[in-house]
T-cell receptor, first 114, second 116 residues
Framework: GESVGLHLPTLSVQEGDNSIINCAYS??????FIWYKQESGKGPQFIID?????DKRQGQRVTVLLNKTVKHLSLQIAATQPGDSAVYFC?????????????FGTGTRLLVSP | DTAVSQTPKYLVTQMGNDKSIKCEQNLGHDTMYWYKQDSKKFLKIMFSYNNKELIINETVPNRFSPKSPDKAHLNLHINSLELGDSAVYFC???????????????FGPGTRLTVL
């Protein structure tokens, strides 16, 4: 069945460090992946996405890497700031009777210390 | 301007009661969703509607009944509430639902439901 999981439930870093959040997925047919950030008391917020025909995509301070061989996804945050503290979810686009649905991973909590 | 809004933000109720959560999006999107987030932060899709038509129903108990009066609104009615229904419910919307679409889903702020 479809599943998306994360290796580390909590990641603690110092302000200014680079953070790497990892995600493993099991559906090799998934063709689209998204990272969401969820701050306390708020809904998930889109950060960055990547299609399966790409290995890497960069945004502002964030980079997503996709390794289809081992079905692994990572989110790199450069110069992590206290405002980056949140739970981060990876999600993959799966299929359901021809329509897409997002399957979310279990989430990683990022704690940034000043 | 709030893109996806939900009411209420918090809902505390007794077992057996019936309650509704409302969702509205002003993004002009065709597709809306309901997700449930449990105490371990796991997010799982419950329903999706495209242009008022039910598209995805993820084996949710029939005590849960979504209703879409128009494509900007998707409400969730829950009958005979149970303790296990306690969770945060998120509404989301996206432009399209189709197989090849990579449209982003935009989430509302969530409704925290507590069943006592």
């Amino acid at each position: 069945g479809e599943s998306v999981g994360l290796h580390l439930p909590t990641l603690s870093v110092q302000e200014g460090d680079n953070s790497i959040i990892n995600c493993a997925y099991s559906n090799s047919a998934s063709d689209y992946f998204i990272w969401y950030k969820q701050e306390s008391g708020k809904g998930p917020q889109f950060i960055i996405d990547i299609r399966s025909n790409m290995d890497k995509r960069q945004g502002q301070r964030v980079t997503v890497l996709l390794n289809k061989t081992v079905k692994h996804l990572s989110l790199q945050i450069a110069a992590t700031q206290p405002g980056d503290s949140a739970v981060y979810f990876c999600a993959e686009k799966g299929m359901n009777t021809g329509f897409q649905k997002l399957v979310f991973g279990t989430g990683t909590r990022l704690l940034v210390s000043p | 301007d709030t893109a996806v809004s939900q009411t209420p933000k918090y809902l505390v109720t007794q077992m057996g009661n019936d309650k509704s959560i409302k969702c509205e999006q002003n993004l002009g999107h065709d597709t809306m969703y309901w997700y449930k987030q449990d105490s371990k932060k796991f997010l799982k899709i419950m329903f999706s509607y495209n242009n008022k038509e039910l598209i995805i129903n993820e084996t949710v108990p029939n005590r849960f009944s979504p209703k879409s009066p128009d494509k900007a609104h998707l409400n969730l009615h829950i009958n005979s509430l149970e303790l296990g229904d306690s969770a945060v419910y998120f509404c989301a919307s996206s432009q399209a639902l189709w197989q090849t679409s990579t449209d982003t889903q935009y989430f509302g702020p969530g409704t925290r439901l507590t069943v006592l």
